[in-house]
């Protein structure tokens, strides 16, 4: 059997958070290969931005509040005039560093709207049998190694995250019947994103320090996740559904 190709030629593969960080690499990658990327993010200007970065051409920009769930509908079949959507990576996100104590309800619902269920909404939309791609498809969550194995202080992060996993194995025994892959990856401590960005302007140099060196191989860049990401959406994985893939640099080992 021929080896499949690392190759996303004439898909179109939707890209959540495409205006920063893991978002802007995954898109730029998928470019890269061939595919046509829809960027969605609220800033239209930075998407733009990051639009003619792309390499080939087809690229559309969307500027979307992702949690206004009512929209969402209206935007996907937008979306879809241009064509089936092949697949899905949903790297919108948001942190809150906070421990048990300090944690509200509504905290809760902030993580689990942009997280979770937006990213949920999105695929539960373009999975429909007008929407999504008749050769099947693959979607892509990113989760964090804190979906994993916890941490002290990312109580509701952290809920956000495993629930990212767990929603994304039920969902691919679910899509499998239209031969959908569905997929998380779980990246360690990512340098150059926003969320990192602010998590380091806000630690001590001690505090930097422990991070770095609870990773072997030291802090990943966006890149490293978005080659990950883009295995998982090519051929190549094409018997790969309902996994959590750390891309940690050793973290989730140690």
């Known amino acids: 059997m021929e080896f499949p190709p690392y190759i996303l ?4 593969i939707l890209v959540t958070g495409a205006s920063s960080g893991i978002g802007q690499a995954c898109a730029k990658a998928i470019s890269r290969l061939g595919g046509r990327v829809i960027l969605v993010a609220r800033d239209e200007n930075r998407l733009e931005a990051v639009r003619q970065q792309l390499s080939g051409t087809g690229h559309t920009v969307f500027s979307q509040d992702l949690i206004q769930f009512d929209a969402l509908n209206d935007l996907v079949k937008t979306m879809a005039e241009g064509g089936s959507i092949f697949g899905m990576v949903h790297a919108a996100g948001i942190e809150m560093t906070l421990p048990l104590r300090s ?5 809760y619902e902030k993580l689990f709207a942009l997280n979770v269920t937006a990213g949920f909404e999105l695929a539960r939309l373009i999975s429909k049998k007008k929407i999504r791609n008749s050769a099947g498809g693959s979607y892509v969550f990113i989760s964090s ?6 941490q002290s202080g990312l109580v509701g992060y952290c809920s956000s995250k495993g629930a ?3 929603g994304s194995r039920a969902m691919a025994a679910e899509l499998a019947l239209h031969h959908i892959r569905v997929n998380c990856i779980c990246p360690g401590h990512v340098k150059n ?3 990192s960005n602010q998590l380091f302007s806000a630690l001590s140099e001690e505090a ?3 991070i770095v060196d609870a990773h072997p191989m030291g802090l990943g860049m966006p890149e490293d996740v978005a080659h990950a990401c883009v295995f998982l959406l090519s051929d190549a994985a094409r018997w790969i559904t309902g996994i959590a ?4 640099g050793g973290y989730t080992m140690v």
């Open 103 to 107: 944690m509200r309800s509504e905290y």
């Open 193 to 195: 994103t926003h969320m």
């Open 208 to 210: 930097k320090a422990r």
């Open 9 to 12: 030629t004439d898909k179109t």
């Open 164 to 166: 990212l996993i767990a």
């Open 245 to 248: 893939m750390p891309v940690d």
């Open 145 to 150: 190694t804190m979906g994993l194995v916890g």
